[in-house]
Structure formats: C-alpha cells, structure tokens
C-alpha cells in the first residue's frame, strides 16, 4: 500500500451546493455512493498521482519534504498546497486550491518540461533521502523517473483544465 496522492476538480458552484446538503450530494443509499465514487475515479475530475508526489515535489522545488512544505508558491502548492478544510483523508486533512492559487501553478509549470524535471534528476540525492517510494531493490534511477514524468504531465494538463474551467482542486493524501 502506501501513501498515495489524489486530487479532485469541482466548480465553486458545485462545492457551495454541497456545504448545504447532507453528505454533500442527493445520495440516499450505499450502493449510490459507490456508484458516485465509482463514476468519479474514471472522470477526467480525478486524477491519482499514486506515490510519485514526494519526487515530483523534489523535481519542483528542491525541498525534501513529507507532509509540509517550506517551498514557496506556486510550485510549493503543487502537492503541499492549498487550505485545509474539515475534511478528513486517510493521512491528513484535504487541502484546497482557489482559482487564483491554481493560475499561478498552471503559470509557473507551463515553462518547465520533462526535460527540465531530468536534469533536476539526482539519483544520489533521491536515494540518501529516501524519496518515497524508495524503489527496492537498487533504488533510484532514470528508469523510475519514467512513472513521476508521466504524473507531471498528467498534473500540468489536470491543473490547466482547471484553471480553463475556474474549477477548485481538492488534494487528498490517501
């Protein structure tokens, strides 16, 4: 298992509505909350980064860190950011990015490639402080930089959807 990653896109609109309903949604079953869930994770509202956020947060800021983040925003706000709200998550409170909070990571990510994110790449300083996941046997190298550029892509496009939409993003750590 593991520490996981994931985040959610709503419209401000939707997320008013909630506060004023019982669970936040016109659910009245179990099974309708799965089925919501379900049809949540396969929206292009959901994206999971798995247990890439630890190395992405390296690549983005150069700050080794686990649950907080002294990295200045935008990109300290990439998976440390946001406010946290009442909710509950499995390893703390889920954190919420504003609109404007979010414009400025879409901002600061759009001139930093993958390539970018290579040459940031330290397999030394990866493995002496145990980035997460620590891949075993042998540790970090260029082969499992594959997964965590896949998730910055997937990141850069989920957060610029976002910001083109005036939705809020939502980080649960899971």
Not at 70 to 97: D, H, M, W
Not at 113 to 129: H, K, M, Q
Request: aromatic share 12%.
């Amino acid at each position: 298992m593991g520490i996981t990653f994931k985040y959610r896109r709503i419209s401000l609109e939707y997320f008013e509505y909630s506060q004023c309903h019982p669970f936040g949604l016109d659910i009245e079953d179990f099974d309708e909350l799965i089925s919501f869930y379900d049809n949540l994770r396969c929206s292009d509202d959901f994206l999971d980064i798995g247990k890439d956020w630890q190395a992405l947060h390296l690549l983005l800021t150069g700050e080794v860190a686990t649950d907080k983040s002294q990295a200045l925003s935008p990109l300290g706000n990439v998976v440390f950011g946001g406010i946290e709200t009442e909710y509950e998550s499995t390893y703390s409170k889920v954190r919420c990015l504003n609109s404007n909070e979010i414009i400025e990571i879409v901002k600061a990510m759009k001139d930093i490639s993958t390539n970018d994110l290579i040459s940031r790449f330290d397999p030394n300083t990866f493995n002496t402080t145990k980035i997460y996941p620590n891949p075993q046997p042998g540790g970090w190298d260029i082969e499992q930089l594959e997964t965590v550029l896949l998730s910055y892509e997937k990141l850069k496009s989920f957060f610029k959807e976002a910001a083109e939409k005036d939705q809020l993003i939502f980080i649960s750590p899971c």
